[in-house]
């Protein structure tokens, strides 16, 4: 008879206790991306080098993707968002303001284990058959 009212006060107790650490941790993400990011668009590696970036909620951002294999280096222009680690943006045919490709992801808000760096990842759809085929697929980068 006595046991249930202990257990049921522990049970509150531990909840408090897991609503307090939950609302203590409020997540973070890197307050910018600027710099050189590589990893694989697909299965093709590539460069993503952002050169500048806004100020807002949500910042513009611009730069370059470099295809690795082929060395080709189109324009990139899209968006972050410091308070969620959303990112988006286009990809640009070189010497063209036409994308071809849309990538949308997210970055993680704290660096990967062993000084790997900031990771992004997501996915991105191909809009042009001159290209490569059409469809949707993934992308990671680190930085």
Known sequence: MFKTPKIAALAIIGG???ASAASAATPTWPSSIVGT???LS???PIILTVS???TGKCQIISGTI???DTGVVGNM???YCPDSGAVE???LATGSNVP???YTGSLEQKPAPKGLGLLMGGVFGQYSLSYGPLGQYSFSLVN
Do not use: I, M, P, T
């Open 42 to 44: 697909n299965l093709s």
């Open 89 to 91: 943006f286009l990809r």
């Open 66 to 68: 470099q295809d690795v």
């Open 52 to 54: 500048s970036e806004g």
């Open 37 to 39: 990011w590589k990893g």
């Open 16 to 18: 408090c206790l897991a």
């Open 77 to 79: 222009s899209g968006y």
């Open 100 to 102: 071809f490709q849309v």
